[in-house]
């Protein structure tokens, strides 16, 4: 007896071999190069947000043949007018020094002010609130400001408002347009003709927009208190109207369609009288109460879990005109056979009931009870079995 007894070990002197699972194998991903191990390990193996530089062009030797350097040297800006020498460091190679214009030059952009002669402006810019002077430094402080009006106007001589310069600018430019082209069919997609500066429209915009700016914290509540006030009482109004719309009779020479029109009123119902901009998925909503407000909570809990066995969403993911058309379409069929499988059930319910009432008033046998003379009849045994055997018996012995 030794320790594998002991301990219940069989008693092999060689182990068996066990199989060893084999794991799958890791995604191993190789580090880029160009990009060091700390940098990658932050990046978490995932692709950078924005573009990054061709690996190869970072280590990329240059020619041995060339020899660059980096020089101060002078260089010209055709976006200047004056003669203003300026000096800059530029790449060398070989000792030749780059030609052209100056790189940052083709960002110099400015904008085309229309310019008028003495002759038209006395045959079509005259205007009796301003002088000759005052239009020829409105469109120098353009042309040297490029339009920035809020500037124009704070180096304007005389005090102008800023929509006062506007309207000015652009009622003489949309004149000299007009003036200068052979026809009127011509210009009639110039922005300065199909939508003219409106000074009245942009001073209402300033005012208003300055009144929100300027509203305290309570303001801004009371504010969307009254709103949601307004969308309460606007959908309190509709619903009412959609029910009214619902109990009117249907005539009798309507066809289907317009008997189906009348059984669900919501397809009437539009925000867009309400509204001047609105949602697609608002409106969808909108019919949806329309059309399930003779409903119950339960009828149209119902819908829902129908439209989900069936895996339709709830609201459309993309809700065009005709997806929201064929969802509420849904809804009205699925409205319709819930309404039907309640009727069925109704009438069921109705005929076994009915049943059941037949069955009790048919006649059925007749009781003991009303048997009396069983009752009354005494019991007298019958002795017809043993005397018919005595009987047999004298006959036999006749015989």
Not at 105 to 116: E, G, L, P, Q, R
Not at 121 to 127: I, M, T, V
Not at 354 to 382: E, H, I, L, M, W
Request: aromatic fraction near 8%.
């Amino acid at each position: 007896m030794d320790a594998k007894d002991i301990l219940g070990l069989p008693k092999n002197s060689l182990p068996i071999p066990q199989e060893k699972k084999s794991r799958p194998p890791k995604d191993s991903q190789r580090k880029p190069d160009g990009i060091s191990r700390e940098v990658y390990a932050l990046t978490g193996g995932l692709a950078p947000l924005m573009p990054a530089i061709d690996s190869t062009q970072l280590k990329k030797q240059p020619p041995k043949d060339e020899k660059i350097t980096w020089q101060w040297l002078p260089f010209t800006n055709s976006a200047r007018k004056d003669t203003l020498q300026l000096y800059h460091w530029v790449r060398v190679v070989n000792g030749v020094p780059p030609t052209g214009d100056y790189s940052f030059a083709k960002y110099n952009k400015s904008v085309d002010i229309v310019k008028y002669t003495d002759e038209e402006y006395e045959k079509y810019l005259n205007d009796p609130g301003w002088t000759k002077e005052e239009t020829d430094q409105l469109f120098d402080l353009c042309q040297r400001f490029d339009l920035r009006f809020i500037v124009i106007a704070d180096r304007f001589s005389s005090s102008r408002t800023v929509e006062e310069l506007k309207d000015r600018y652009y009622s003489v430019c949309r004149a000299i347009v007009a003036a200068r082209a052979p026809a009127l069919g011509d210009i009639s997609g110039n922005p300065l003709v199909k939508e003219p500066y409106n000074v009245s429209q942009e001073i209402e915009r300033k005012r208003a927009l300055s009144m929100v700016l300027s509203q305290t914290k309570h303001q801004e509540r009371k504010d969307a208190e009254v709103l949601a006030e307004a969308k309460r009482i606007t959908e309190s109004r509709m619903a009412a109207k959609v029910a009214e719309e619902s109990e009117l009779p249907v005539p009798s020479n309507a066809g289907p369609e317009s008997a189906e029109r009348a059984s669900f009123p919501g397809d009437t119902v539009s925000p867009s009288s309400n509204l001047r901009v609105y949602l697609r998925t608002y409106a969808l909503d909108q019919m949806v109460q329309a059309a399930s407000s003779s409903a119950g909570l339960r009828t149209i809990k119902r819908v829902e879990q129908t439209l989900q066995e069936l895996g339709v969403n709830l609201k459309p993911r993309v809700p065009t005109k005709s997806v929201c058309a064929e969802h509420l379409e849904l809804r009205k069929e699925i409205l319709t056979l819930l309404n039907l499988q309640k009727q069925l059930q109704y009438k069921e319910a109705e005929g076994s009931s009915f049943r059941d009432c037949s069955y009790a008033d048919t006649p059925s046998t007749p009781k003991r009870s009303n048997r009396g003379g069983d009752q009354d009849r005494t019991f007298v045994p019958d002795m017809s079995f043993g005397g018919e055997r005595v009987g047999k018996r004298d006959q036999k012995r006749k015989h």
